[in-house]
């Protein structure tokens, strides 16, 4: 059993910033990819952003050069440094760990974490 712990979200002014974290903890053996989704109201859960145990990223088009995804493997966590926000930002995100747990591999999801970015 693997649990994710989401932190960081919160409401922000546009132009600013927040630093979302996911940690993850419980019978893992390693972990693959990472990665975060938002789902805003009304609209389909889309890729926000992925990071690779090779250190590999990729990003949506609405978020390059705003957003950083990072990850410490010490502490099984992942981040996503959001700059520059906008009101379109505005959703819940939800992490993505690709646990291989020794047996296989299975993707797990966090809870999901309010971001809002209004005046």
């Known amino acids: 059993q693997v649990q994710l712990v989401e932190s960081g979200g919160g409401l922000v002014q546009p132009g600013g910033s927040l630093r979302l974290s996911c940690a993850a903890s419980?019978?893992?053996?390693?972990?693959?990819?990472m990665g975060w989704y938002r789902q805003a109201p009304g609209k389909q859960r889309e890729l926000v952003a992925t990071?690779?145990?090779?250190?590999?990223?990729n990003y949506a088009d609405s978020v390059k050069g705003r957003f950083t995804i990072s990850r410490d493997n010490a502490k099984n966590t992942v981040y996503l440094q959001m700059n520059s926000l906008k009101p379109e930002d505005t959703a819940v995100y939800y992490c993505?760990?690709?646990?291989?747990?020794?047996?296989?591999?299975?993707?797990?999801w966090g809870q999901g974490t309010q971001v809002t970015v209004s005046s």
């Open positions: 993505t760990v690709e646990i291989d747990n020794g047996d296989y591999v299975y993707d797990s």
């Open positions: 990071i690779t145990s090779g250190i590999s990223t």
């Open positions: 419980g019978s893992i053996f390693s972990i693959d990819a």
